[in-house]
């Protein structure tokens, strides 16, 4: 296989989502954190207001989205945002695998990538060709091209202060280092707005030699239109821009004009914070109640739990009850001991969840002998 990539993770979770899928009152999944609520009315008009579109769409989309962007960034995360280093995206998860191969990285590269965090910062240094380096603290590396951020993180939910912050942006500009923060999940602090990493209290008034990623996934229900944009270091996006001109990574047009229009409105977004922060309490007091503790989880759609033992254990313990979570060392070798449970399920399925878990049986079938 090309670039000796890893199996697909959720490979893992077909033998325990059958077992949940044998519960008599139907599997609960928290295990990949798909929103599963409406997509808002306002974003689907101008979807369909946008659907004559018979021409091709600029790679760097609108003018109307790029305004839109910046306008947000600067009325929501306090970030003086320019409109033209804005770059639209298929969705977050593509240009995460994508940007070392863009920014041109390749064997004997070095890509910084947390310890704990989403498999596709590693996997897109991997096609690239370049090394994957696993870190605590980026500083330290040595020798790294660029390094990838995750605040707030998937899949623990902890937030790095405006402070950390800064010392490793301080420490990537005095080594010329690029750092690229996912902050995919950052409409969802549950103590606090979590800072980006472009704000002026990290970064100064530049934004020279920094990235930030965001996702209108989550913040919006718009997983299905793939939906997202980077911006940050002018220098770095209009070479981004440039690439993926020569290779047509175009938002279509009527997805660019619902972007635009779910930017424009906080309104569904406050409503969304709502409902998750209703799933969170539900699901944190019943897997507190049942022997969990949950670490971290300030933010973002994730609890993170553990009964302190192998993660697969507990996965297939919750299986046994209808429930499907994700076990923690998909994310890396710190999380051996946690699993990650998703917040993203409807309001009945996550109370059918709470509700197994306080009725649980201390005797349950293990996974092992289900499969024999």
């Known amino acids: ?22 519960h008599p009152g139907g599997i609960v999944d928290l295990a990949m954190g798909t929103p599963v609520d409406d997509t808002p009315d306002v974003v689907r008009e101008a979807l369909a207001c946008a659907a004559n579109a018979p021409g091709h769409p600029p790679v760097e989309a609108t003018p109307r989205l790029r305004e839109a962007a910046a306008d947000w960034l600067r009325r929501r995360f306090g970030v ?10 298929l969705g977050t ?3 995460i695998a994508w940007l070392p191969a ?10 910084g990538v947390p310890r704990l965090g989403f498999p596709t910062f590693r996997v897109g240094a991997l096609l690239a060709g370049a090394t994957p380096v696993p870190f605590a603290d980026p500083r ?24 950390v912050l800064r010392a490793i942006v301080d420490w990537a500009r005095a080594h010329g280092v690029l750092v690229v923060n996912d902050e995919c999940y950052a409409d969802f602090g549950w103590d606090g707005d979590p800072v ?87 699901l944190r007091s ?15 759609l994730f609890l993170w739990a553990t009964r302190d033992e192998p993660c697969m254990r507990t996965v297939e313990h919750l299986a046994a009850l209808g429930i499907l979570v994700s076990p923690g060392d998909m994310y890396g070798a710190p999380g051996a001991r ?10 009945a399925r996550v109370g059918a969840a709470a509700a197994r878990l306080a009725a649980r049986s201390e005797s349950v079938p293990v996974l092992a002998a289900v499969e024999r």
Not at 6 to 20: D, Q, S, T, V, Y
């Open 1 to 22: 296989m090309i670039r000796d990539l890893p199996e697909f993770p959720w490979h893992r979770l077909a033998a325990p989502r059958r077992l949940a899928e044998r």
């Open 80 to 89: 003086a945002a320019d409109p033209d280093a804005v770059l639209p995206t």
């Open 93 to 95: 998860k593509e240009f």
């Open 102 to 111: 863009m920014l041109g990285a390749g064997p004997g590269d070095v890509v």
């Open 140 to 163: 330290e590396l040595a020798g790294a091209r660029m390094v990838w951020l995750n605040s707030p993180s998937n899949p623990d939910g902890v937030v790095l202060s405006a402070a």
């Open 196 to 282: 980006s990493i472009l704000h002026p209290s990290v970064c100064g008034d530049s934004h020279d030699g920094v990235l930030a990623v965001r996702s209108l996934s989550k913040r919006s229900n718009m997983t299905g239109y793939r939906a997202g944009l980077v911006t940050g270091d002018r220098r770095v996006v209009a070479e981004l821009t440039a690439v993926r001109r020569q290779a047509g990574m175009a938002v279509p047009a009527p997805v660019a004009a619902a972007m635009a229009a779910a930017l424009g409105d906080e309104t569904h977004v406050v409503a969304q914070r709502v409902r998750y922060a209703r799933r969170a309490t539900v």
């Open 286 to 300: 019943a897997l507190t109640e049942a022997g969990f503790r949950i670490d971290g989880s300030t933010a973002g």
């Open 338 to 347: 946690h699993v990650r449970v998703a917040l993203t399920a409807t309001d």
